[in-house]
T-cell receptor
Framework: AQSVAQPEDQVNVAEGNPLTVKCTYS??????LFWYVQYPNRGLQFLLK??????LVKGSYGFEAEFNKSQTSFHLKKPSALVSDSALYFC?????????????FGKGTRLHILP | GAVVSQHPSRVICKSGTSVKIECRSL??????MFWYRQFPKKSLMLMAT?????????EQGVEKDKFLINHASLTLSTLTVTSAHPEDSSFYIC????????????????FGPGTRLTVL
């Protein structure tokens, strides 16, 4: 069965500094990988996904993520953090071989960007 | 594109009453919709998978008689919390899946803005 781990409950970064939100996954086949962001009292917004192709995926709001098969990781990154990036971030995985499988979410990482 | 709406956004009800939450995909058809529950500062808990025209598939531990799901069309799914109690108070989020390849090429689910349910 697939699973997702986000080892950090919270990440604090100074505005203007690069940020990384970590995610590792486990899936029996090849994965679909996703990042979502949630602002307070809102639903989830899709940021980016990895399906196949280039390991470095670029998404919304300047975010990117790198798929590392050997480390089974899909860390979210941004070169220069903004205060408005403060939110709850979820990594998610779906088994590509069984697309009917539901998406499994990590527990979320709260990102605080300090002015 | 890829807009999913939920109605109502907030609802307060008395214990023992039933509450219906609607989830609509506004600009695409969704053969599958998902209902999640989110507790404060917690991740999403998948409650059930709703397929148009068939019975919903509930996750382990979710009472199907308490959380009634109906997926009457390719753009509408409803969640009814029956005989609500204070412990049912939560943030309920739906998502819609446009299917293989995705209506917008992203091969992912699209989420509604959520419904905050408070049971007094």
């Amino acid at each position: 069965a697939q699973s997702v781990a986000q080892p950090e409950d919270q990440v604090n970064v100074a505005e203007g500094n690069p940020l990384t939100v970590k995610c590792t996954y486990s899936v029996s086949g090849n994965p679909y990988l996703f990042w979502y962001v949630q602002y307070p009292n809102r639903g989830l917004q899709f940021l980016l996904k990895y399906i196949t192709g280039d390991n470095l995926v670029k998404g919304s709001y300047g975010f990117e993520a790198e798929f590392n098969k050997s480390q089974t990781s899909f860390h979210l990154k941004k070169p220069s953090a903004l205060v408005s990036d403060s939110a709850l971030y979820f990594c998610a995985v779906r088994d590509r071989m069984n697309r009917d499988d539901k998406i499994i979410f990590g527990k979320g990482t709260r990102l605080h960007i300090l002015p | 594109g890829a807009v999913v709406s939920q109605h109502p956004s907030r609802v307060i009800c008395k214990s023992g009453t039933s509450v219906k939450i609607e989830c609509r995909s506004l600009d695409f058809q969704a053969t599958t919709m998902f209902w999640y529950r989110q507790f404060p500062k917690k991740s999403l808990m998948l409650m059930a998978t709703s397929n148009e025209g068939s019975k919903a598939t509930y996750e382990q531990g979710v009472e199907k008689d308490k959380f009634l799901i109906n997926h009457a069309s390719l753009t509408l799914s409803t969640l009814t919390v029956t005989s609500a109690h204070p412990e049912d108070s939560s943030f309920y989020i739906c998502s819609a899946d446009p299917g293989v390849g995705g209506a917008f090429g992203t091969d992912t689910q699209y989420f509604g803005p959520g419904t905050r349910l408070t049971v007094l």
